[in-house]
Nanobody, 123 residues
């Protein structure tokens, strides 16, 4: 049974930093795609960053240069380092995992989802 558990969210002031973690159980990232998404209140869920099974990454233009996706294979954990946070980054952040290494910015290719962790950035 696959389980993804996010942690690390919280409330910070504009310009601050947070590191989100996604601990996976019953799932091995190697050979498969994982990603981070976020959903602000009243808005659709949007893609933030992804990592292929070989470690190659991509991030959304809106967070480029501020957010970094990484992983710790020994801990089977995916991270999202978020720097220079802005109020518009406020959202629930979700970790997602696919069953193959086909990566996409669309939610529909990801089969497994975490419960989310809230990030709130105040001005």
């Amino acid at each position: 049974q696959v389980q993804l558990v996010e942690s690390g969210g919280g409330s910070v002031q504009s310009g601050g930093s947070l590191r989100l973690a996604c601990a996976a159980s019953g799932y091995t990232h190697s050979g498969s795609c994982m990603g981070w998404f976020r959903q602000a209140q009243g808005k659709e869920r949007e893609w933030v960053a992804l990592m292929h099974g070989d470690g190659s990454t991509a991030v959304a233009y809106s967070v480029k240069g501020r957010f970094t996706i990484s992983q710790d294979n020994a801990k089977n954990t995916l991270y999202l380092q978020m720097n220079s946070l802005k109020p518009e980054d406020t959202a629930m952040y979700y970790c997602a995992a696919a069953e193959s290494d086909y990566c996409s910015t669309h939610t529909n290719i990801y089969k497994f989802w975490g419960q989310g962790t809230q990030v709130t950035v105040s001005s």
